[in-house]
Nanobody, 124 residues
């Protein structure tokens, strides 16, 4: 079981990035998937999650209206479209998956599957 995140980079404030997370070795079509992030010196925090059907999403308040999570079950891939990036969005972003959407919402200790991180750096 493997989750592989990509798409991070160095951008300026106001720019956009799209993160991708592809799942291998398991059918994730029935799993909820999400994104977490960890800034230097801070704890890992929840960013966004989406149910297996894609119907329901949830976001941390600080990214609402700027980030959009989506899921392509045929490709076992989840995306995080990040617009209007701010320096405070700088962090390592991790994707996660769990059979339960609510487990993703509980915080970074709960998800069953994790991908490696991808660095997002936003300069002012």
């Amino acid at each position: 079981v493997q989750l592989q995140a990509s798409g991070g980079g160095l951008v300026q404030a106001g720019d956009s990035l799209r993160l991708s997370c592809a799942a291998y070795g398991r059918t994730f079509s029935r799993d909820a998937m999400g994104w977490f992030r960890q800034a230097p010196g801070k704890e890992r925090e929840f960013v966004a999650a989406i149910t297996w059907s894609g119907v329901t999403t949830s976001y941390v308040d600080s990214v609402k209206g700027r980030f959009t999570i989506s899921k392509d079950n045929a490709k076992s891939t989840v995306y995080l479209q990040m617009n209007s990036l701010k320096p405070e969005d700088t962090a390592v972003y991790y994707c996660a998956a769990d059979p339960s959407f609510n487990e993703l919402l509980r915080g970074p200790m709960s998800p069953r599957y994790w991908g490696q991180g991808t660095q997002v750096t936003v300069s002012s």
